[in-house]
């Protein structure tokens, strides 16, 4: 738990960012509410914001090149995130 709070919802938060961002690419800018939110959510998961390449793909790997086990996680986030939209779309 890092500043009172608890991690599984930050990365729950920044996993939930990601899948409304993935269709960002050139467009993305860092004062849409999204960005601002995942930054928000970055500060308080590492104590810093990370770039957004423009794709979650990309933010996942980067992310797990730097730290294995949150990008991991997080990537398993994203992805049961992805899957719930389409359960929901579908």
């Known amino acids: 738990m890092r500043g009172g709070y608890d991690e599984d919802d930050v990365l729950n938060a920044i996993a939930e960012t990601l899948y409304y961002c ?15 939110t995942r ?4 500060i308080i998961e590492t104590g810093e914001m990370r770039d957004y390449p423009g794709t979650p793909l990309e933010y996942l790997v980067n992310l797990e090149r730097d730290d294995k086990v949150k990008g991991s996680a997080l990537h398993e986030l994203y992805n049961n995130v992805k899957a719930k939209q389409a359960d929901e779309m579908g």
């Open 22 to 36: 993935h269709s960002c690419k050139t467009d993305h800018t860092d004062d849409c509410l999204l960005a601002i």
């Open 39 to 42: 930054h928000a959510m970055e």
